[in-house]
């Protein structure tokens, strides 16, 4: 299971949320261990059956001007019960002042409170953001992951047979670079697959009898990029004349990564073989096929046409020659 310490949560946000920490590093050690945020309005109402308290917990208006309302016997009550929970941390927004028994009682229970100037939506949907990143399924592969017309190819097959080589070849034709021999993957909303470089790696790749790389350095900064979707995996492999490799493209190799589905292209590769213009095609022919246009079952529904109206495959291609020598 997944978990963020409150300080790794505190350390990546200070920034960019705004946050400032009014009591002590108390909970600092605690863990995180779901993506989604909390507003404890109702526990503080003394309902706490369903409380997950396990969540960051975030103070906003409402809860503001309801603890306000209270006496402050009623306030010291009712939170100590809610700040009783091993809570991660609070984060009150708005710049808004809190009665002193919340301090108080946060103190007691070792509870780390922040505070943001951001309104409670923007937190939120900021907050969130970063914590379905942090909390996405993950795994890594070992291949390359290149930019392709805006497609992400990743090159996958053994060790030694040319996925570096074949990177570098598509980012000296203007290509970009996502990562080299280590291919970090997550899993993002809506089935989406992002890769991405360790920060030991980004934009460095290894050339056998070269050495390290420094691709940013050497291309410039348009040829790389920091992350990419993957939507075409290519299996790279040593030409066998005992396989049967795909000739038309009508029936389209599924793989599954995290549990989305990913097209794979089979490709045989030998000495002589360009297989960096065969990359390209592959990219655009992708994107024609995102685009609703798949050649291949274009090509076979007029070729199943044509043989209903009883006209010879043959004849197809003297009608061809027919119209050349016109």
């Known amino acids: 299971m997944k978990s963020l310490t409150v ?30 945020l909390h507003r404890p309005g109702l526990a503080m109402t003394g309902f706490v059956e369903v409380f997950t308290y396990q969540r960051i917990q975030i103070i906003g208006n409402t809860e503001t001007e309801y603890l306000k309302k209270m006496s402050s016997a009623q306030r010291k009550k009712a939170l100590s019960v809610v700040l009783s929970f091993e809570i991660p941390c609070f984060i009150i927004t708005e710049n808004n002042e809190l009665p002193k028994e919340f301090f108080e009682t946060a103190a007691e229970n070792k509870i780390s409170v922040f505070r943001t100037s951001f309104k409670t939506t923007k937190l939120m949907h900021l907050l969130s953001d970063y914590m379905d990143n942090r909390f996405a399924p993950s795994i890594t592969v070992h291949g390359s992951l290149v930019d392709v017309y805006g497609i992400g190819l990743m090159f996958t097959g053994r060790s030694g047979i040319g996925k570096s080589e074949i990177a570098l070849d598509l980012v000296e034709r203007g290509h970009r670079l996502v990562t080299d021999d280590i291919v970090q993957i997550a899993r993002k909303a809506e089935g989406v697959l992002i890769g991405f470089a360790s920060e030991m790696l980004q934009h460095h790749m290894e050339i056998r009898g070269v050495g390290i790389v420094d691709v940013r350095s050497i291309f410039g900064i348009r040829s790389i990029r920091m992350q990419k979707r993957i939507e075409v995996e290519i299996q790279l492999e040593e030409w066998n004349d005992d396989e049967n490799y795909e000739r038309i493209g009508l029936d389209e190799t599924i793989t599954e990564i995290l549990d989305v589905e990913l097209p794979v292209v089979r490709l045989p590769i030998f000495p002589g073989k360009n297989v960096t213009v065969i990359a390209e095609v592959i990219a655009l022919h992708q994107l024609l096929k995102v685009n609703g246009y798949n ?23 003297y009608q061809h020659l027919d119209r050349d020598t016109e």
């Open 295 to 317: 050649p291949a079952k274009e090509f076979n529904e007029r070729l199943i046409q044509r043989m209903q109206n009883k006209t010879h495959p043959s004849d197809l291609i």
């Open 7 to 36: 300080s790794k949560l505190f350390e990546d946000n200070i920034e960019r949320l705004k946050l400032e920490l009014l009591n002590d590093e108390v909970s600092f050690g605690r863990e995180v261990t779901e993506p989604d």
